[in-house]
């Protein structure tokens, strides 16, 4: 099992920034890659950014490109979710997520993130 715990999100006004992070405890050796979902009310979930856990490689929405980056520290087993220029259509609640290489997912509890206009 793979435990995360996200933290960082809050209220910024548009134009803003945040941070967030997530923290994998247990077997993280397991994990091979992480990333960040959102759900925004009314929505279904989607994909925000990932990266390789070994080579570090990110990958994007392109609704984010050039504003979000994704980044790992593995000696702390912590990925993290740099927003910028934050808009008001990025209101959601963003999930971290932990993949083992045949494709399981683990999933965190959730960290409210809104952009007020």
Do not use: H
Not at 64 to 91: C, H, W
Request: aromatic share 12%; charged share 20%.
């Amino acid at each position: 099992q793979v435990q995360l715990v996200e933290s960082g999100g809050g209220l910024v006004q548009a134009g803003g920034s945040l941070r967030l992070s997530c923290a994998a405890s247990g077997r993280t050796f397991s994990v091979y890659d992480m990333g960040w979902y959102r759900q925004a009310p009314g929505k279904e979930r989607e994909f925000v950014a990932r990266i390789n856990w070994r080579s570090g490689w990110g990958s994007y929405v392109d609704s984010v490109k050039g504003r979000f980056t994704i980044s790992r520290d593995n000696a702390k087993n912590t990925v993290y979710l740099q927003m910028n220029s934050l808009k008001p259509e990025d209101t959601a609640i963003y999930y971290c997520n932990a993949r083992t290489p045949d494709l399981y997912s683990y999933w965190g509890q959730g960290t409210q993130v809104t952009v007020s206009s």
